[in-house]
């Protein structure tokens, strides 16, 4: 890889530590990926926030880095393990809330905004056509490639960390317009899918697939389903974007036999004690329909709704949050279903979810089981 | 045989070998290095203290994180073997000082699992 001399003296160490260690990280992703020079990103959006993914390692070293690393470019962070409003409610011992503390200290102090948030294309405005990002929440970095027409590769955490630091990352792979262009398409061969169906596509296509897939045979897929879709595939695979309608290379169908082998893998419990909705968060849409589906109804279980802190006023004003926690709702800012520590095996033996991506983390990491079935077979099932 | 350095070092050890990808986040248990994921072809197996083996990293970006803190548990793989670099691997193991090579397809499929290897991943070599 060709480096600029600025960038081979602060690889060097001759600009400080901190420079040196984020131009490591560039330089070996840059020969992975075989590219031949950094290039300038406009925005970083951060993974590693949550005390229960990153534990005392990931926490000791934010607190070295941020003594003098400074973020150079726009820089938004992903969820963390619990919101700090409500987290009295939640029995989470004193270490962990130091430990969170910590490292939301750490990401602040290196100067992220602290969005806390694993959907930054809904809640941020996005940049025009074709900038490049770098996004490491992989359902992000799909949605980003895919929907919201910017580049990014599937970041890894400290990628996106080095790209925060140097406002720079590697041309290569999805950066790159070649590689962009799919060799396989998927053929949606499930006849009306909901947004379940979409995220076991999703989960489908990240195995099969490589920097890129078509998918056809789907018609319009709301934000709902794409979301599913995007953090399915995030989890399964490599694959870091999508295409709609034109079929181009190998073709594959996805049909109802495909389904229910995905279903069996990850539907790991006939029946649930608590239900969660986000993963991703829910955005401001799906929160104004999720209230009008539980209108005169109340959840006949605990149901933990994740949400973005940005759109709280919003909730608030239009009066959906009043009308969540009267039908028996607890909403959450500022974390996620994915890898929280609020759902804890001891006291929870399945959760139901309507979340692919939120299904592999439950069953692998929380180690609970998971009912996962769609939104609207959850509030069927769910409440009176 | 010859390999690609992405991240530099020198580490002698026992090969384990997997044709499944894996998951860093949600397949590992960062505090012992034992593979968690049941549908895991390693399912039970520790990474510590070996030369790892493995297609490529997928799942969340978190799994360098996860990398970072095997090292940071001493519980980390000596060094690492893939067939194509994903960002996740390849990051956490220059944080981590994990050397990481990249192999061509014959000859990843030529390795022997617990074959006792030296990882030159200076010179690029793997004997």
């Given at each position: 890889m060709e480096l600029t001399k600025y960038e081979e003296a602060a690889l060097d160490g001759r600009h400080g530590e901190t420079l040196s260690l984020a131009y490591r990280v560039l330089v070996a992703i840059g020969e992975a990926t075989q590219s031949d020079r950094l290039i300038p990103i406009k925005w970083a959006h951060l993974s590693g926030v949550n005390y229960n993914t990153i534990g005392d390692a990931g926490k000791d070293f934010l607190s070295h880095l941020s003594r003098d690393a400074k973020f150079t470019v726009k820089t938004t962070v992903n969820p963390m393990g619990f919101d700090f409003d409500t987290?009295?409610?939640?029995?989470?011992d004193a270490k962990f809330i130091e430990g969170q503390q910590s490292i939301k200290n750490s990401y602040e102090k290196m100067g992220?905004?602290?969005?806390?948030?694993?959907?930054p294309y809904e809640i941020f405005d996005v940049p025009e056509h074709g900038t490049h990002v770098s996004f490491a929440e992989s359902n992000a970095a799909i949605y980003a490639n895919s929907v919201s027409g910017l580049k990014t590769n599937k970041e890894g955490a400290f990628s996106a960390l080095a790209s925060a630091i140097t406002g720079k990352s590697p041309c290569s792979d999805l950066r790159d317009d070649k590689v962009r262009r799919p060799n396989l398409t998927i053929r949606m061969?499930?006849?009306?899918?909901d947004e379940l169906a979409y995220g076991m596509l999703g989960y489908f296509a990240g195995k099969v697939a490589g920097s890129s897939v078509a998918f056809s045979g789907t018609g319009d897929i709301d934000r709902r389903s794409c979301k599913s879709l995007c953090a399915g595939m995030g989890t399964s695979g490599r694959c870091g974007m999508f295409t709609i309608g034109e079929e181009v290379g190998e073709k594959m169908d996805f049909d109802k036999k495909e389904m229910q082998i995905i279903h069996d893998e990850l539907?790991?419990?006939?029946?649930?004690d608590v239900i969660a909705l986000g993963s991703p968060q829910l955005g401001i849409e799906e929160i104004a329909d999720l209230t009008a589906m539980l209108k005169g109804k109340s959840f006949r279980k605990r149901c933990m709704i994740f949400c973005p802190r940005a759109i709280k006023g919003q909730m608030k004003d239009l009066g959906f949050t009043n009308e969540l926690e009267r039908a028996g709702g607890e909403v959450l800012y500022?974390?996620?279903?994915?890898?929280?520590?609020?759902?804890?095996k001891d006291d929870v033996d399945a959760v139901i979810t309507n979340s692919v991506k939120g299904a592999y983390y439950l069953n692998t990491s929380n180690e609970v089981g998971v009912n996962l079935k769609s939104l609207k077979q959850i509030i069927n099932d769910e409440t009176i | 045989m010859n390999v690609q350095v992405i991240v530099k070092g020198n580490v002698k050890g026992s090969l384990l070998i997997t044709k499944s990808p894996i998951n860093f986040l949600g397949g590992?248990?960062?505090?012992?290095?034992?593979?968690?994921?049941?549908?895991?072809?390693?399912?039970?197996?520790?990474?510590?203290n070996k030369i790892l083996a493995f297609p490529f990293g997928i799942g969340s970006s978190v799994g360098a994180y996860t990398i970072y803190s095997l090292k940071y548990n001493k519980c980390a793989p000596l060094g690492i073997i893939c067939l194509k670099a994903d960002l996740t691997t390849a990051s956490g193991c220059a944080i981590s000082n994990i050397p990481l090579v990249i192999a061509k397809k014959t000859d990843y499929d030529s390795l022997q699992e617990g074959k006792e290897i030296l990882l030159d991943a200076i010179t690029g070599e793997l004997r």
């Amino acid at each position: 890889m060709e480096l600029t001399k600025y960038e081979e003296a602060a690889l060097d160490g001759r600009h400080g530590e901190t420079l040196s260690l984020a131009y490591r990280v560039l330089v070996a992703i840059g020969e992975a990926t075989q590219s031949d020079r950094l290039i300038p990103i406009k925005w970083a959006h951060l993974s590693g926030v949550n005390y229960n993914t990153i534990g005392d390692a990931g926490k000791d070293f934010l607190s070295h880095l941020s003594r003098d690393a400074k973020f150079t470019v726009k820089t938004t962070v992903n969820p963390m393990g619990f919101d700090f409003d409500t987290v009295s409610r939640y029995k989470l011992d004193a270490k962990f809330i130091e430990g969170q503390q910590s490292i939301k200290n750490s990401y602040e102090k290196m100067g992220a905004i602290p969005s806390f948030s694993c959907i930054p294309y809904e809640i941020f405005d996005v940049p025009e056509h074709g900038t490049h990002v770098s996004f490491a929440e992989s359902n992000a970095a799909i949605y980003a490639n895919s929907v919201s027409g910017l580049k990014t590769n599937k970041e890894g955490a400290f990628s996106a960390l080095a790209s925060a630091i140097t406002g720079k990352s590697p041309c290569s792979d999805l950066r790159d317009d070649k590689v962009r262009r799919p060799n396989l398409t998927i053929r949606m061969k499930v006849e009306t899918p909901d947004e379940l169906a979409y995220g076991m596509l999703g989960y489908f296509a990240g195995k099969v697939a490589g920097s890129s897939v078509a998918f056809s045979g789907t018609g319009d897929i709301d934000r709902r389903s794409c979301k599913s879709l995007c953090a399915g595939m995030g989890t399964s695979g490599r694959c870091g974007m999508f295409t709609i309608g034109e079929e181009v290379g190998e073709k594959m169908d996805f049909d109802k036999k495909e389904m229910q082998i995905i279903h069996d893998e990850l539907n790991t419990s006939e029946k649930g004690d608590v239900i969660a909705l986000g993963s991703p968060q829910l955005g401001i849409e799906e929160i104004a329909d999720l209230t009008a589906m539980l209108k005169g109804k109340s959840f006949r279980k605990r149901c933990m709704i994740f949400c973005p802190r940005a759109i709280k006023g919003q909730m608030k004003d239009l009066g959906f949050t009043n009308e969540l926690e009267r039908a028996g709702g607890e909403v959450l800012y500022d974390c996620c279903t994915c890898l929280t520590p609020l759902i804890d095996k001891d006291d929870v033996d399945a959760v139901i979810t309507n979340s692919v991506k939120g299904a592999y983390y439950l069953n692998t990491s929380n180690e609970v089981g998971v009912n996962l079935k769609s939104l609207k077979q959850i509030i069927n099932d769910e409440t009176i | 045989m010859n390999v690609q350095v992405i991240v530099k070092g020198n580490v002698k050890g026992s090969l384990l070998i997997t044709k499944s990808p894996i998951n860093f986040l949600g397949g590992i248990d960062k505090k012992t290095g034992i593979i968690h994921d049941k549908n895991h072809d390693l399912f039970g197996k520790s990474i510590s203290n070996k030369i790892l083996a493995f297609p490529f990293g997928i799942g969340s970006s978190v799994g360098a994180y996860t990398i970072y803190s095997l090292k940071y548990n001493k519980c980390a793989p000596l060094g690492i073997i893939c067939l194509k670099a994903d960002l996740t691997t390849a990051s956490g193991c220059a944080i981590s000082n994990i050397p990481l090579v990249i192999a061509k397809k014959t000859d990843y499929d030529s390795l022997q699992e617990g074959k006792e290897i030296l990882l030159d991943a200076i010179t690029g070599e793997l004997r």
